[in-house]
């Protein structure tokens, strides 16, 4: 294919990225991701500026072309044919090749989002797509899918770096590649918020996530339970490899995935497929799914496929999402994990006591200071830690616990009671962690006992999953203007408009009970606040991981776990 393996440090060739209003604050330990990496496409606005003229458009090809060849997409035989389906793509027959623009790609604040925004422009007046954001998106994708390698042409040479070279020189080629075709959306990364936190349970990081809507729990559940007919049957398919994608209209849409490339691997004898996320909330974050489009399942079978991954990629962690409703990730009807090149709050937590679990001589048990009720076993011995996580698993699956609200079964047989897993490997040490579950409801908790409470809804409503079980907060996109409008209340001393303000509104309890704690706040600095501010809704999302510990760190809640590490033992 021609492409060098290089450092997965997404570094391209264009250099446009923007952190939006405010910026992304970085803090000794906060979040590095591919969004302080030059920013590629995005989201083109939804009306734009009118198709261009044909030379604009040849020069906007060429320099597309240039930039597959500077970053090895493609190679320079390829050229000319990669010219004619850049034009083919957006309804073109002309003009020629603008020789002019070669190198200008490289130039300094070369905005690759303008040139696939103006051929994309092109598209739309000529019928190809609808006018709006995603019309253009889609337009945008096909392009890019036009210079990426050939699905077989990147499992070929993954497979041939991971067998000559190991595997970190396969994973940041891959990643590499994946960000140079801008599948990994490294513009709509770089306008998330980020910063740190310092908590008693050590830095939670937190981002505001700026690209997606926030999910409502209910919904999450009763897509969990359906099964779509669909094609592509869901956002995680394999058959999303090289797809189109469809407008709203048509059966309510699907995002185009032309550029996708996924690499085929083997996880306890079965297939799954390797992508990395678009969205990235953290470094070289990936997402490994099942062949088969089945319910995510937590089991010793499941376990064995996070062992299993990191012995094929021991330089990444991977983990699973918990398998039942409220508790569990947003998509619960594709089996699938995810991992990447990342230590999180959670893998840094300390040591509270030290347990037995029986028959399993060779592991090291343990339970972390950590919000969420989280047990870390470790062993060099791999068949005996999937033996002792499996006993940990089944024994919580049926266990009940009146004092702490714990209700393993309904009198019908739901069950409530599930693990989300992680795995990650230390030299010769396997690591697994397992934070206990629970997706009981009560009156008082229509939406989980142990999930995000009613009082905190303002910062965080959605399912715990399992990114922010691990310290890594992924708050919804409305709250950065909420927060700011909150300040602007604060600051001026008028909590009088609070309530009234739609955008305050939904945290005037919270604000007044800052305003209280912190008089400092009337008439300080816009800066001095915004930092203060940040520092709370990190509180709230330490909050947020108490509500979802099914063993509080009380007597009570002591006592309690002291009864199930026992069982463990016995």
Known sequence: MGREASAGSCKGVATTASHGAGGTETAPGSVTSPAAAPATSAPAPASGPGPASGPALGQAASRLVAYGLAT?????????????????????????????????????GYDFEADLALLAEAGVARGLAEDTATGRDRLAMRLMGELTPRPSEVARTFRDLLRSRGARAATDWFYRLCCDADYVRRSAIARNLAWTTDTRWGALEITINKSKPEKDPRDIAAAGAS????????????????????????????????????????????????????????????????????????DAASLGCLLDFVDLLPHYFVGSNADLPLVGGSILSHDHFQGGRHEFAMMRARESERFRIADAPGVSAAVLEWPITALRLASADRSQLLAAAVRVLELWRGWDDPASGVVSHDPDGTRHNTVTPICRKRGDVYELYLALRCNVTT???????????????????????????????????RLEAEVRAVREYLVSGDLDGLESDPLASPHATWARGLAASHPELFGMGEAEADRLLRREVGLVFASVLEDAGVFAWDEKGRRSLGRFLAALGR
């Open 72 to 108: 090895q997409l493609i190679e320079g035989d390829d050229a000319r044919w990669a010219y004619n389906r850049l034009l083919e793509a957006v309804g073109l027959s002309g003009p020629e090749p603008d020789p002019s623009a070669a190198g200008q790609e490289a130039a300094e």
């Open 227 to 298: 099964v779509s007919a669909s094609y592509p049957a869901c956002a995680l398919c394999r058959e999303n490899e090289g797809y189109s994608g469809r407008a709203a209209a048509d059966a309510g849409g699907h995002a185009a995935r032309q550029n996708l490339r996924i690499v085929p691997i083997r996880l306890g004898g079965e297939g799954y497929g390797l992508q990395y996320s678009p969205y990235a909330y953290f470094e070289e974050h990936c997402i490994v799914m099942s062949d088969v489009h089945r319910p995510m399942h937590v």
């Open 443 to 477: 009156e008082a908790h229509p939406l989980g006992l142990f999930c995000p409470h009613e009082d905190k809804w303002h910062v965080k409503k959605e399912n715990i999953g399992l990114i922010e079980v691990m310290g890594l907060a992924i708050l919804p996109a």
